[in-house]
Protein backbone atom coordinates (compact mmCIF):
# COMPACT_ATOMS: atom_id res chain seq x y z
CA UNK A 1 0.00 0.00 0.00
CA UNK A 2 1.17 3.42 -1.03
CA UNK A 3 1.75 5.94 1.92
CA UNK A 4 -0.10 8.47 0.28
CA UNK A 5 -3.18 5.76 0.37
CA UNK A 6 -5.33 6.51 3.82
CA UNK A 7 -5.55 3.44 5.93
CA UNK A 8 -9.35 2.07 5.64
CA UNK A 9 -10.99 3.23 8.52
CA UNK A 10 -13.19 -0.68 8.65
CA UNK A 11 -11.19 -3.63 8.82
CA UNK A 12 -13.87 -5.79 8.10
CA UNK A 13 -17.20 -4.90 6.39
CA UNK A 14 -20.59 -7.16 5.64
CA UNK A 15 -23.22 -5.10 3.64
CA UNK A 16 -26.46 -7.59 3.50
CA UNK A 17 -23.99 -10.41 3.11
CA UNK A 18 -26.10 -13.84 2.51
CA UNK A 19 -25.32 -16.81 1.77
CA UNK A 20 -28.10 -19.56 0.97
CA UNK A 21 -27.38 -23.62 0.23
CA UNK A 22 -30.51 -24.96 -1.02
CA UNK A 23 -33.60 -24.46 1.36
CA UNK A 24 -31.11 -23.41 4.02
CA UNK A 25 -30.45 -19.42 4.24
CA UNK A 26 -27.15 -19.74 6.42
CA UNK A 27 -26.36 -16.01 6.10
CA UNK A 28 -29.25 -13.97 5.80
CA UNK A 29 -28.52 -10.58 5.10
CA UNK A 30 -25.77 -9.74 7.73
CA UNK A 31 -24.35 -6.22 8.51
CA UNK A 32 -20.69 -5.54 9.75
CA UNK A 33 -18.68 -3.24 10.60
CA UNK A 34 -15.47 -3.96 12.03
CA UNK A 35 -12.39 -1.15 13.70
CA UNK A 36 -8.83 -2.08 13.32
CA UNK A 37 -7.17 -2.97 16.60
CA UNK A 38 -10.15 -4.67 18.46
CA UNK A 39 -11.01 -8.19 19.04
CA UNK A 40 -14.57 -9.30 18.30
CA UNK A 41 -16.21 -12.52 19.95
CA UNK A 42 -18.77 -14.30 16.95
CA UNK A 43 -21.49 -16.62 19.87
CA UNK A 44 -24.42 -18.79 18.51
CA UNK A 45 -25.73 -22.13 18.53
CA UNK A 46 -24.41 -24.92 16.01
CA UNK A 47 -25.74 -24.23 12.62
CA UNK A 48 -26.53 -20.85 13.23
CA UNK A 49 -23.96 -19.63 10.36
CA UNK A 50 -20.62 -18.73 11.94
CA UNK A 51 -18.36 -20.86 9.93
CA UNK A 52 -20.13 -19.94 6.62
CA UNK A 53 -19.93 -16.30 7.62
CA UNK A 54 -16.12 -16.25 8.01
CA UNK A 55 -15.93 -18.03 4.83
CA UNK A 56 -17.62 -15.46 3.50
CA UNK A 57 -15.38 -12.52 5.06
CA UNK A 58 -12.72 -14.47 4.01
CA UNK A 59 -13.80 -15.31 0.73
CA UNK A 60 -13.61 -18.92 0.65
CA UNK A 61 -17.10 -19.36 0.22
CA UNK A 62 -19.16 -17.21 -2.55
CA UNK A 63 -22.17 -14.74 -1.14
CA UNK A 64 -25.29 -15.23 -2.98
CA UNK A 65 -26.08 -11.72 -1.59
CA UNK A 66 -24.36 -8.61 -0.20
CA UNK A 67 -21.09 -8.28 -0.20
CA UNK A 68 -17.63 -8.57 2.09
CA UNK A 69 -15.00 -6.06 2.06
CA UNK A 70 -11.58 -6.21 4.25
CA UNK A 71 -9.79 -3.08 4.58
CA UNK A 72 -11.54 -1.68 1.63
CA UNK A 73 -11.38 -4.53 -0.64
CA UNK A 74 -14.54 -6.27 -2.18
CA UNK A 75 -13.98 -10.14 -1.28
CA UNK A 76 -13.17 -12.48 -2.99
CA UNK A 77 -9.40 -11.15 -4.10
CA UNK A 78 -6.06 -13.01 -3.68
CA UNK A 79 -4.13 -10.01 -2.99
CA UNK A 80 -5.52 -9.56 0.18
CA UNK A 81 -5.31 -13.24 1.32
CA UNK A 82 -1.71 -11.76 1.84
CA UNK A 83 -3.62 -9.39 4.96
CA UNK A 84 -5.80 -12.42 6.14
CA UNK A 85 -5.21 -15.38 8.67
CA UNK A 86 -7.90 -17.96 8.87
CA UNK A 87 -8.12 -20.13 11.42
CA UNK A 88 -10.28 -22.89 10.32
CA UNK A 89 -12.62 -25.19 12.90
CA UNK A 90 -11.18 -28.32 11.08
CA UNK A 91 -7.30 -28.22 10.71
CA UNK A 92 -6.33 -27.23 6.99
CA UNK A 93 -2.90 -28.73 8.27
CA UNK A 94 -0.67 -31.54 6.24
CA UNK A 95 -0.10 -34.17 8.08
CA UNK A 96 3.07 -35.32 6.36
CA UNK A 97 4.85 -33.04 6.81
CA UNK A 98 6.51 -32.11 9.77
CA UNK A 99 5.42 -28.76 11.90
CA UNK A 100 8.32 -27.06 10.65
CA UNK A 101 7.58 -27.97 7.14
CA UNK A 102 4.11 -26.98 7.64
CA UNK A 103 4.76 -23.48 8.55
CA UNK A 104 7.42 -22.80 5.84
CA UNK A 105 4.76 -23.84 3.46
CA UNK A 106 2.02 -21.41 4.58
CA UNK A 107 4.19 -18.47 5.17
CA UNK A 108 5.48 -19.16 1.82
CA UNK A 109 1.88 -19.04 0.51
CA UNK A 110 1.78 -15.48 1.15
CA UNK A 111 5.80 -14.74 0.33
CA UNK A 112 7.10 -14.56 3.23
CA UNK A 113 10.38 -16.61 3.78
CA UNK A 114 12.08 -15.34 7.50
CA UNK A 115 13.15 -18.04 9.42
CA UNK A 116 12.79 -15.87 12.72
CA UNK A 117 8.78 -15.82 11.97
CA UNK A 118 8.37 -19.27 11.68
CA UNK A 119 10.21 -19.93 15.20
CA UNK A 120 8.51 -16.78 16.92
CA UNK A 121 4.91 -18.53 16.08
CA UNK A 122 6.52 -22.44 17.54
CA UNK A 123 7.47 -21.00 20.46
CA UNK A 124 3.99 -18.57 21.17
CA UNK A 125 2.15 -22.10 20.79
CA UNK A 126 5.03 -24.13 22.56
CA UNK A 127 5.66 -26.52 19.34
CA UNK A 128 9.15 -25.26 19.38
CA UNK A 129 10.73 -28.82 20.76
CA UNK A 130 8.56 -30.38 17.87
CA UNK A 131 9.55 -28.99 14.61
CA UNK A 132 10.44 -31.71 13.06
CA UNK A 133 7.72 -34.09 14.27
CA UNK A 134 4.84 -34.67 11.48
CA UNK A 135 1.86 -33.38 11.88
CA UNK A 136 -0.19 -36.70 12.09
CA UNK A 137 1.84 -37.60 15.40
CA UNK A 138 1.07 -34.57 17.16
CA UNK A 139 -1.78 -34.54 19.74
CA UNK A 140 -5.04 -33.50 19.18
CA UNK A 141 -4.71 -30.44 20.96
CA UNK A 142 -1.41 -29.95 19.50
CA UNK A 143 -2.58 -29.86 15.97
CA UNK A 144 -4.88 -27.54 16.98
CA UNK A 145 -1.71 -25.16 18.18
CA UNK A 146 -0.07 -26.19 14.37
CA UNK A 147 -3.10 -24.81 12.91
CA UNK A 148 -2.94 -21.66 15.13
CA UNK A 149 0.81 -21.03 14.48
CA UNK A 150 -0.05 -21.54 10.31
CA UNK A 151 -2.32 -19.30 10.65
CA UNK A 152 -0.27 -15.82 12.84
CA UNK A 153 3.04 -16.91 10.52
CA UNK A 154 2.64 -14.48 8.13
CA UNK A 155 1.53 -11.78 10.27
CA UNK A 156 -1.66 -11.03 8.96
CA UNK A 157 -3.44 -7.59 9.62
CA UNK A 158 -7.09 -9.44 9.73
CA UNK A 159 -7.72 -12.93 11.92
CA UNK A 160 -10.44 -15.20 11.44
CA UNK A 161 -10.04 -17.46 14.24
CA UNK A 162 -12.90 -20.63 13.99
CA UNK A 163 -13.27 -21.82 17.59
CA UNK A 164 -9.18 -21.56 18.33
CA UNK A 165 -8.95 -22.91 21.79
CA UNK A 166 -11.29 -25.96 21.36
CA UNK A 167 -8.96 -28.81 22.77
CA UNK A 168 -5.82 -26.98 24.10
CA UNK A 169 -5.44 -26.67 27.59
CA UNK A 170 -6.58 -23.87 29.85
CA UNK A 171 -3.11 -22.70 30.49
CA UNK A 172 -1.99 -22.82 27.08
CA UNK A 173 -5.29 -21.12 26.20
CA UNK A 174 -5.09 -18.11 28.83
CA UNK A 175 -1.57 -17.64 26.78
CA UNK A 176 -3.73 -17.45 22.92
CA UNK A 177 -6.06 -14.78 24.69
CA UNK A 178 -2.53 -12.83 26.13
CA UNK A 179 -1.19 -13.07 22.49
CA UNK A 180 -4.25 -12.23 20.79
CA UNK A 181 -4.64 -8.89 22.86
CA UNK A 182 -1.07 -8.08 21.86
CA UNK A 183 -2.17 -8.76 18.66
CA UNK A 184 -5.11 -6.31 18.63
CA UNK A 185 -2.97 -3.52 20.53
CA UNK A 186 -0.92 -3.83 17.49
CA UNK A 187 -3.49 -3.00 15.08
CA UNK A 188 -4.74 -6.50 14.37
CA UNK A 189 -8.60 -6.80 14.02
CA UNK A 190 -9.62 -10.02 15.24
CA UNK A 191 -13.27 -12.25 15.14
CA UNK A 192 -13.11 -15.07 16.85
CA UNK A 193 -16.14 -17.68 16.90
CA UNK A 194 -16.61 -18.99 20.20
CA UNK A 195 -18.89 -21.00 22.44
CA UNK A 196 -16.80 -20.25 25.45
CA UNK A 197 -18.24 -17.54 27.49
CA UNK A 198 -15.02 -16.69 29.33
CA UNK A 199 -13.65 -16.17 26.18
CA UNK A 200 -16.24 -14.03 25.02
CA UNK A 201 -16.15 -12.26 27.75
CA UNK A 202 -12.27 -11.66 26.94
CA UNK A 203 -13.54 -9.85 23.52
CA UNK A 204 -14.17 -5.93 23.13
CA UNK A 205 -17.87 -6.41 21.45
CA UNK A 206 -19.89 -9.45 20.95
CA UNK A 207 -22.33 -10.31 17.87
CA UNK A 208 -24.58 -12.72 18.05
CA UNK A 209 -26.12 -14.81 15.84
CA UNK A 210 -28.72 -17.20 15.43
CA UNK A 211 -30.84 -18.64 12.16
CA UNK A 212 -28.23 -16.57 9.76
CA UNK A 213 -29.03 -13.29 11.50
CA UNK A 214 -27.56 -11.24 13.96
CA UNK A 215 -29.82 -10.93 16.64
CA UNK A 216 -27.64 -9.05 19.49
CA UNK A 217 -24.29 -7.00 19.23
CA UNK A 218 -22.24 -4.38 21.99
CA UNK A 219 -20.21 -5.33 24.93
CA UNK A 220 -20.80 -8.23 27.20
CA UNK A 221 -21.87 -5.62 29.80
CA UNK A 222 -24.32 -4.10 27.09
CA UNK A 223 -25.99 -7.62 25.77
CA UNK A 224 -26.18 -8.13 29.67
CA UNK A 225 -27.96 -5.09 30.24
CA UNK A 226 -30.09 -5.32 27.49
CA UNK A 227 -31.26 -8.87 28.54
CA UNK A 228 -31.66 -7.98 32.27
CA UNK A 229 -29.00 -10.34 33.39
CA UNK A 230 -25.73 -10.57 34.48
CA UNK A 231 -25.01 -14.01 32.83
CA UNK A 232 -23.48 -14.01 29.16
CA UNK A 233 -25.09 -17.37 28.44
CA UNK A 234 -28.09 -16.09 30.04
CA UNK A 235 -28.26 -13.59 27.65
CA UNK A 236 -27.99 -15.26 24.53
CA UNK A 237 -30.59 -17.44 25.40
CA UNK A 238 -33.21 -14.32 26.26
CA UNK A 239 -31.81 -12.57 23.07
CA UNK A 240 -32.33 -15.75 21.13
CA UNK A 241 -36.16 -16.14 22.45
CA UNK A 242 -35.46 -19.05 24.90
CA UNK A 243 -35.92 -19.66 28.51
CA UNK A 244 -33.04 -20.60 31.01
CA UNK A 245 -33.51 -24.22 30.14
CA UNK A 246 -32.99 -23.41 26.27
CA UNK A 247 -36.64 -23.90 25.40
CA UNK A 248 -38.53 -21.93 23.34
CA UNK A 249 -40.17 -18.68 25.54
CA UNK A 250 -43.48 -18.51 22.58
CA UNK A 251 -44.19 -22.41 22.73
CA UNK A 252 -42.11 -23.26 19.63
CA UNK A 253 -41.64 -20.41 17.08
CA UNK A 254 -37.81 -20.20 17.64
CA UNK A 255 -36.06 -22.71 15.57
N1 LIG B 1 -21.11 -26.55 2.26
C1 LIG B 1 -22.35 -26.58 2.75
N2 LIG B 1 -23.36 -27.15 2.05
C2 LIG B 1 -24.62 -27.15 2.55
N3 LIG B 1 -24.98 -26.64 3.71
C3 LIG B 1 -24.02 -26.07 4.46
C4 LIG B 1 -22.66 -26.02 4.03
N4 LIG B 1 -21.94 -25.39 4.98
C5 LIG B 1 -22.79 -25.07 5.97
N5 LIG B 1 -24.05 -25.48 5.66
C6 LIG B 1 -25.25 -25.28 6.48
O1 LIG B 1 -25.32 -23.91 6.83
C7 LIG B 1 -25.78 -23.75 8.18
C8 LIG B 1 -24.77 -22.95 8.97
O2 LIG B 1 -23.59 -23.76 9.15
P1 LIG B 1 -22.27 -23.19 9.83
O3 LIG B 1 -21.22 -24.21 9.66
O4 LIG B 1 -22.00 -21.84 9.27
O5 LIG B 1 -22.72 -23.06 11.35
P2 LIG B 1 -21.86 -22.69 12.66
O6 LIG B 1 -22.57 -21.54 13.32
O7 LIG B 1 -20.46 -22.49 12.29
O8 LIG B 1 -22.06 -23.98 13.58
P3 LIG B 1 -21.05 -24.69 14.65
O9 LIG B 1 -21.20 -23.94 15.95
O10 LIG B 1 -21.60 -26.06 14.75
O11 LIG B 1 -19.68 -24.65 14.09
C9 LIG B 1 -26.02 -25.17 8.70
O12 LIG B 1 -27.39 -25.45 8.54
C10 LIG B 1 -25.17 -26.03 7.78
O13 LIG B 1 -25.70 -27.32 7.66
MG1 LIG C 1 -18.73 -23.48 12.80
Not at 96 to 121: H, M, Q, W, Y
Not at 193 to 199: I, K, R, T
Not at 212 to 229: P, Y
Request: charged share 20%.
Amino acid sequence: MSAAMAAPALAVEAIGLQKRFGEIQAVDGIDLALAPGRIYGLLGPNGSGKTTLIRLLTGLARATGGEARILGTKMPSRPMLAQIGYMPQAEAIYPDLSVGENLTFFARLEGKSDPAAIDRVLDLVELAGRKGTPALELSGGMRRRLSLACTLVHEPKVLFLDEPTVGVDPALRVQFWTHFRRLAAAGTTILVASHVMDEADRCDELVFVRNGKVIGRGTGAELRSNAGTDNLEAAFLILSGLDPEGRPLDGGAAA
